[in-house]
C-alpha cells in the first residue's frame, strides 16, 4: 500500500526550509517541498509558502526534531543569511526532462545552488467571461483545478524519487530540491517565475514541452529566451550526461560588446570546474582578414582580464554557420556551447524555430544561451 505524505510545518523562507530538509536528512529522514504557487492560492489571497512534507511513518520522529529545534529556529536561520544560488528546471516529466535534471544537479553540486523544479499545468477549463464572476463557476473552477494540481503533485514526486534513482547517492543529497506547479502557458509562465524567483540560471529540456519539434512549441521557445534576461541552459534531447567534471567549453563570438559581458557570466559560472575554454568566430562571408583583425583585438583587450583561464582564440571559415559550429565541437570534444543572442546579430538568426530546430538535431551537446 503506497504511503501517505504528511504536511509537518510550513514556512515563508526558501532558507528555513531547506535548512529544515538537511535537519530531517541528518537523522535519516527524507522529506519534499512543496512551494504553493499556484492559481488557487492567488485566488484566495493566500501568500506563497513552502510545505515541509514527510512519510507518514516518520512524522512521529520529524516532530521531536522540530520540538529540539525549538520555536526560534525559524527566526535564527534568517540570521544566518545563507545565500543560494539558485537554478530553475521546468519539467514535464519526460526522459529529457530528466536530463536536464541531471545536468542542473551536476552545476549544483559545484555551485552549492538549490534547484526549483517547476511544472506548469494546463487549465482544467476554460473560463468564459460571462460566467468567470459567478460562484459556482468559480467553485467548479477551484475543484477542477485542485485535482490537476494534486495529480501534477504525485507525478513531480514520483519524478525527483527516478531522478534520486539515477543520481549519485552524495550529488543528490547536496542538491536543495523544491518545486512549484502552477496553471497556465509555459511561454508566460516561466518569465513571470523567474522575475520573482530571480534564478542565475534556467535549465529547459529541449525535447519536452518547453521546446519540441511542434512549431507553437518552438516559437514559446523564442519567446522564453527573448523575454528572460538571464543565462539559459538548453539540454538537447539526445545529449547523454556523463558528468561535468572537466569541461571544453565553446563560446561563439559575433565580436559585439555584449560578449565580453556574456564571457564573463560564464567564466563566473563555470568558476567551480576544470575548464579549457575557445572563443571562436565562424566567418561565413569573404571578409576574413577584417574578421582575423577584429579577433586579435579582442584577443589583445580580453588577454590581461582572462589571464588566468585557459583561452584560445580562433576564426572558422565556414560557409554555413551551423556546421562550422558543428565541426568544431566534433573535433575538439566540445561539452559545453555557448552564445549571446542579441537582435539582429548573426547569433540572434540562429534562433529563429527552423534553425533552433536543427541546431538541437545537429550540435547534440548542452548549449548556453546569454541574453
Not at 512534507?53 to 520522529?61: L, P, Q
Not at 575554454?277 to 584577443?299: A, F, G, P, S, T
Request: charged share 30%.
Amino acid at each position: 500500500m503506497k504511503e501517505n505524505i504528511v504536511n509537518i510545518v510550513t514556512y515563508q523562507s526558501h532558507r528555513v526550509a531547506y535548512s529544515l530538509k538537511n535537519q530531517l536528512y541528518s537523522i535519516g529522514i527524507e522529506s519534499f517541498l512543496l512551494h504553493t504557487e499556484s492559481d488557487i492560492a492567488e485566488k484566495r489571497g493566500e501568500s506563497k509558502e513552502i510545505k515541509i512534507r514527510v512519510k507518514e511513518s516518520d512524522v512521529e520522529e520529524a516532530v521531536k526534531l522540530l520540538v529540539q529545534l525549538g520555536t526560534d529556529f525559524e527566526k535564527n536561520e534568517e540570521k544566518r543569511g545563507i545565500n543560494y544560488r539558485r537554478i530553475l528546471v521546468p519539467v514535464d516529466f519526460s526522459e529529457n526532462s530528466v536530463k536536464a535534471c541531471l545536468f542542473a544537479i551536476g552545476i549544483a553540486e559545484k555551485m552549492k545552488a538549490e534547484i526549483k523544479l517547476l511544472h506548469v499545468f494546463k487549465e482544467p477549463v476554460e473560463e468564459p467571461s460571462r460566467i468567470k464572476q459567478t460562484g459556482t463557476f468559480e467553485k467548479y473552477y477551484r475543484d477542477e483545478l485542485r485535482i490537476v494540481e494534486e495529480e501534477s503533485k504525485g507525478k513531480m514526486i514520483k519524478f525527483i524519487e527516478k531522478i534520486k534513482g539515477i543520481t549519485e547517492h552524495e550529488k543528490y543529497s547536496k542538491a536543495n530540491f523544491h518545486f512549484s506547479l502552477i496553471a497556465g502557458k509555459l511561454s508566460v509562465r516561466i518569465p513571470a517565475i523567474c522575475n520573482s524567483y530571480k534564478p542565475d540560471v534556467l535549465v529547459i529540456g529541449s525535447g519536452s514541452s518547453a521546446i519540441s519539434s511542434k512549431p507553437e512549441s518552438q516559437q514559446a521557445a523564442i519567446k522564453i529566451i527573448e523575454s528572460v534576461n538571464l543565462p539559459i541552459l538548453v539540454v538537447p534531447e539526445e545529449s547523454d550526461y556523463k558528468g561535468i567534471d572537466n569541461l571544453s567549453v565553446l563560446y561563439v563570438t559575433d565580436f559585439l560588446d555584449s560578449d565580453h559581458t556574456s564571457f564573463r557570466t560564464l567564466l563566473s559560472l563555470l568558476a567551480p570546474f576544470n575548464v579549457k575554454y575557445y572563443c571562436i568566430h565562424v566567418e561565413n562571408r569573404d571578409e576574413e582578414v577584417i574578421k582575423e583583425q577584429k579577433m586579435e583585438e579582442l584577443k589583445k583587450l580580453t588577454e590581461k582580464d582572462y589571464r588566468n583561464y585557459n583561452v584560445d582564440w580562433l576564426l572558422i571559415k565556414n560557409r554555413d554557420v551551423i556546421n562550422g559550429i558543428q565541426s568544431f565541437v566534433e573535433q575538439n570534444d566540445i561539452k559545453l556551447v555557448s552564445f549571446t543572442s542579441p537582435k539582429r546579430s548573426m547569433i540572434y538568426r540562429l534562433l529563429n524555430p527552423g534553425n533552433l530546430k536543427r541546431m538541437m538535431k545537429q550540435i547534440k551537446i548542452p548549449m548556453f544561451i546569454f541574453r
